[in-house]
């Protein structure tokens, strides 16, 4: 366990479905990130949140909507996926974003398959 | 470009020593991570480094040139359960992670 939990662990979905995925950390940290995961490729982060607020955005699709109520949560929702987005979904957060030796902490991943 | 480049797998016996290399060439350097993935599981770290040097911990090693622009992490003492993937990332100067594709160790008994 490393203090980050995501919901749900798996997720099917058609290319009209929407829905979110769900982050909670309980670890007392102040930012909080979203990253894709695909076979044999690096992971690629998609958004940054410190003290709730979005510091960044990696020209992900707007299909991909962020939502950071506070800083022990973050959603990622989705709608009208492309089949090309199924991937690893990994949350993770860290103590601040800025500063150097600043662990990330990561959730175990949503995988996410769009038919 | 940032770019980090790693192996894409290896393979080791059980009780033997491994090395993985990682190369990296980044915008300002502020740090060097190894995280350790298991199958469907989260990422776990294993080591930072951000001074030139060896880092030792228990069976786990890292070590960093800055100078070269690479590290390598030197498992000992092979046991099943290290079977994994093992991903290099280099925090550059805007505190942002770049990440290599990772390395899959594939353990023989």
């Known amino acids: 366990e490393t203090g980050v939990t995501q919901t749900p662990r798996h997720l099917v979905m058609g290319m009209t479905n929407k829905k979110s995925l769900k982050c909670e950390q309980h670890l007392g940290h102040n930012a909080m990130y979203w990253y894709k995961q695909s076979a044999k490729k690096p992971l690629e982060l998609m958004f940054v949140?410190?003290?709730?607020?979005?510091?960044e955005n990696n020209s992900v699709p707007s299909r991909f909507s962020p939502e950071c109520p506070n800083s022990s949560h973050l959603f990622l929702h989705l709608h009208t996926l492309q089949p090309e987005d199924s991937a690893l979904y990994l949350c993770?957060?860290?103590?601040?974003?800025?500063?150097?030796?600043?662990?990330?902490?990561f959730g175990p991943g949503t995988r996410l398959t769009v038919l | 470009g940032q770019n980090i480049d790693q192996p894409t797998e290896m393979t080791a016996t059980e009780g033997a020593i491994v090395q993985i290399n990682c190369t990296y060439q980044t915008s300002g350097f502020n740090g060097l991570f190894w995280y350790q993935q298991h199958a469907g599981e989260a990422p776990t770290f294993l080591s930072y480094?951000?001074l030139d040097g060896l880092e030792e911990k228990g069976r786990f090693s890292s070590f960093l040139s800055r100078s070269k622009g690479y590290s390598y992490l030197l498992l000992k003492e092979l046991q099943m359960k290290d079977s994994a993937s093992y991903l290099c990332a280099v925090m550059d100067s805007n505190y942002q992670l770049i990440w290599g594709a990772g390395t899959k160790l594939i353990i023989k008994p």
């Open positions: 949140y410190n003290f709730k607020e979005q510091t």
């Open positions: 480094n951000v």
């Open positions: 993770a957060s860290s103590q601040a974003v800025e500063g150097p030796y600043n662990e990330q902490f």
